[in-house]
């Protein structure tokens, strides 16, 4: 028994020290170290957002870049920040997995005199003199600019409209859905009359799509709060074998993916520039513990995305 | 010795709870059939199938697992790391963007990730047969690995651009019926002839009632379960290449909580999670259940909050059923 | 009603669907008597009792308990009223304590706050048992203690609640003769001191005419009569039971005993049997005798390969074999029906065919697909030699008699065509009927040359079916017996370690 935990402790030290060298390699004096709390290395919008990151941190010489995954968990996060905090560093970057879950990083680093810059998504309000920079893009612009075009492109005869959201709860999803709904709103000849969860999801969005394109409601528009759900939307209707112009769909972040699919049956794409945000968020970082002046509220806007200038984005 | 009452008159009771899930699957298309006309449409009806297909293919493994006593846990995550392999295999040209891009012919892609299913289940069979870990244990292992590795696999990112003769498999049809549904009634026949004619199938229950007795009976109760898996696996390969194929892309982010699905469909199939009772048949029809539940709400555009609860209650309403079952014995 | 009388059940009727299971029963019991409940399997015994214990709920009928009127819901219904029972395979809760387990459902918490009083619990316990004479340490884990010690505590436990009438469902099956001697004095104790009733349901004819005073009898969900016992004698009580008069056991046929068929030499599996060498012969019926816990079971699963053993030889016609699993066995030709039909025997959930083909599904191999004409072919075959009672061979096996499931086994292990049959305890817990036709066909496979190894714990049937009986005692062989030098007391000092 005592041999074979031995063997699991020394299996274990192996898969663990290379990491920890890996990781703990700089303490050196005049050398900036920003500790990344990142959400969610498996989310696809949030790893250009992680490659603006990287592309400062190997811009400059001078500074230490310590990234961390929260998988999506607020407390695993949270950890996260503790353990960063602990190893020392000058400024954290953050990407929030849960908004409403910030309060005791705001006071550990007030507490450590650490700087604090928040990127992609917004605190509440009263929070806003807890964190130093913030860097990002206001969701609901995104659904405003989305639901504008789909309802311009949508008259004389406006029509009927889904909305295919992110997961329930989650600040983009609603933010964005509340922005499309704001627009819609505006127009008497447009109606949403679907609405459905699609977890961000392509499978999940199809499956969605297939329904609402069989239910006989004759939908004008599908509107998606991202790429992957309005790929799946496009390709029910191709399945359906909807021409291209029977419906307008749209979608959220211009992934590469998204732009191929541009003008081949999709609409409209929202660019969210995330790997703006992950550079700014750095550079922030960066400034502050240099003792540089730095704008309070960084927004980086949003970018409509059609077959007319989509090959700036490509 | 006197004699000795004999019962088996069949009672409506009877009847009921051996096909009161199929009653009840009748019911609800009756229903959605009244109050929305598009539902009955042969499109419709292919869609749902079609829709079903994925995760009806997962719960028949699913259904293997439980009749031993077991579990599959690790199913959604095996699909995420299996789309991504096959998807990096499948390409129309090398991609640079990816760390691991492949390209050859689909038939070796889809051999391969066929195999790595049956690998990564051989995995959580031995887990559990030789290494005694419960099944619970040894998926959760396999499903917090899998995700991971798949999320490695492609740093977090889609691979898209698939060959068209890759994607026909996910959109392609034969003889009017989509290709996923031929999948899914060809993995069906198969599951159904190995669980209930064959050798293997009778020792899979054998297992599951009595796993001492059949050890009593010569039955060699470890390799049997490490087929289970590996024949679980299997499935789940077949299903993850059936989703990249549908959505032209692998994602790591693919399969979530799909496991969830696939035993709430196993379940309300009538499998017993108590072990030794379960049928291919009544796993279909539990898919098509959830199926049709999730086709009806978004054809009457029920509100997204309702349908999750919808579902949970069909799900608990299922195990109730069964957990009467068993009471009354 | 007479002061004398405890209960008194008037024409109790109850149905389960598709069978009446209690048409019209009376029972009468006196206070402080033993009163014996008799009848065959599905007599409607356990029926009645689980009435009383307010597991199920009668149609019709009248029930008086202690001058009242009585009705209750659930078991703890019924404790409260006074009336306990110990069922007839206990449960107990392994990881708890003995006192633990004694006090399940009434722990006794400290002042005021929940927190378990484990030391008054010990305490009460060491008393309880202390009044019964039971010598069981209260503060060890039920695990530790035997299974014989378990049932005590069990009757312990019924006893601690106060009640009046205390219903034993089979209390001796788990027992050896010391500690059934054990059990007759907490019964006379209870019976004696307290004024306790006591139902005494048990298949030994020699139990009911030891301990009990009175006697009823049910047959087919009917009420037959009752009597003091000395109105009673063995002949008398089965022809009530079973409504004709027969002989109580078969007797084994002499039949030709050929060759030297197995042989076990010097097997040895550490802390439960050391150097155990016998031989079988063709056509013999070897009786394997002694307490429980000798052994006896341990000796056949090594030989089986379901446990195997540390060392020794096993021989089979002379030449030396290798059994590692129980594949091994069964193509050397050996078959096994265990002692536990639920544990090791039946697969609850299969139908009587599924049951029977288990161990050798290849022979039923068609093209790799299973071959269902053959199936049904060789169960019906079977199913007809030895009378299974059954509609339909689709039957799952956990709707079948005690009886009937035994014959379902003993039907799987002789379809794989064993020329060595291991029956561990073939009769236990089924009822005359079946018990005398398994003696039967038991006495035919050892006339067509079969060999047989019969594990058994009551003496008749030792006595009557063995050629020759081999002796346990503590792990070790303790001694063979001859047929025709066989007494029960010889039987019994060799179990018991005495030499002959």
Known sequence: MIKRMAMVLVVLSMLIIPMAVFANGQQDDG???????????????????????????????????????????????????????????????????????????????????VK????????????????????GSESIQAGLLQAEWVAEAMQPEGGKVGILMGPLGHEAAMMRTEGNKQIFDKYDNIEIVMDAEGKWDRAKGMQIAENWIQSGAGLNAIVCNNDEMAIGTLLAAEGANLADEDIIIAGIDATPDALEFLGEGLDVTVFQNMNAQGYNGAAACYKLVKGEMVEKWDWIPFELVTTENMDEYK | MAQQKIISRPSLGAFMNKYGIVVIFIGLCVILSIVSPAFLSIRNITNVIRQVSIIGIVSMGVTFCIITTGIDLSSGSMIALISVVVASMSQNAVSDSQPISIVMPILFAILISLALGAILGTINGSLTAFGKIPPFIATLGMMTAAKGAAALYTQGRPVGNLKDAFTFIGTGSFIGIPIPIWIYIVMAVLSHILLSKTKFGRHVFAIGGNEQAARICGINVEKTLVKVYAYAGFLTAVSAIMLTARTSAGNPTYGLAYELDAIASTVIGGTSLSGGIGSIPFCVIGALIIGVLNNGMDLLGVNAYWQQIVKGFIIVIAVLIDARKQKRK | MSNENVLEMRNVHKSFPGVKALKGVDLTIKKGSVHALMGENGAGKSTLMKILYGIFHPEEGEVIFKGQPYSVKSPIDAINRGISMIPQEISPCPNLTVASNVFLGKEITANGVKLLNQKQMVKETQALFDDLGIDIDPSVMMSEISIANAQLVAIATAVSYNADLV???????????????????????????????????????????????????????????????????????????????MDEFFHKEEAVIGDVLLEVKDMSLSRKFKNVSFQLKQGEVLGVAGLMGAGRTEVMEALFGYRPADSGEIFIKGEKVEIKEPIDAIKHGIAFVTEDRKLTGIFPELSIKDNMIM????????????????????????????????????????????????????????????????????????????????????????????????????????????????????GKCSGEISRKDATQEKILALATGEQL
């Open chain 1, 31 to 113: 050398v900036i170290t920003i500790g990344a709390a990142m959400s969610s290395f498996a989310d696809k919008g949030q790893t250009y957002l992680q490659d603006g990151v990287r592309a400062f941190d190997a811009e400059y010489d001078d500074v230490e870049v310590l990234m961390t995954d929260a998988k999506d968990d607020p407390a695993v996060q949270l950890n996260q920040v503790e353990t960063l905090l602990t190893k020392g560093v000058d400024a954290i970057l953050i990407v929030p997995v849960d908004i409403s879950a910030l309060k005791p990083v705001f006071a550990k680093c007030k507490e450590d005199g």
């Open chain 3, 167 to 245: 219903i034993m469902d089979e209390p001796t099956s788990a027992l050896t003769e010391k500690e059934i001697d054990k059990l007759y004095d907490i019964i006379r104790d209870l019976r004696d001191k307290k004024k306790i009733a006591v139902v005494y349901i048990s298949h030994k004819l020699d139990e009911i005419f030891t301990i009990c005073d009175e006697v009823s009898v049910l047959r087919d969900g009917e009420y037959i009569g009752s009597d003091s016992i000395e109105n009673f004698d063995k002949d008398r009580l089965i022809s009530m039971m079973v409504g004709r008069t």
């Open chain 3, 359 to 474: 161990p050798d599904i290849e022979n039923y191999l068609k093209g790799g697909l299973l071959d269902s004409k053959k199936i049904k072919e060789n169960c019906q075959t079977q199913r007809e030699a030895i009378a299974i009672k059954t509609p339909t061979l689709e039957q799952l096996i956990k709707n079948l008699s005690g009886g009937n499931q035994q014959k379902v086994l003993i039907s799987r292990w002789l379809l794989t065509t064993p020329e060595i049959l291991i029956l561990d305890e073939p009769t236990r817990g089924i009822d005359v009927g079946a018990k005398s036709e398994i003696h039967r066909l038991i006495g035919e496979l050892a006339k067509m040359g079969k060999s047989i190894i019969m594990i058994s714990s009551e003496m008749p049937e030792i006595l009557s079916m063995s050629d020759r009986i081999m002796v346990m005692h503590e």
């Open chain 1, 116 to 135: 604090l810059v928040i990127a992609n998504r917004m605190p509440a309000e009263e929070f806003h003199d807890d964190f130093d920079v913030y860097t």
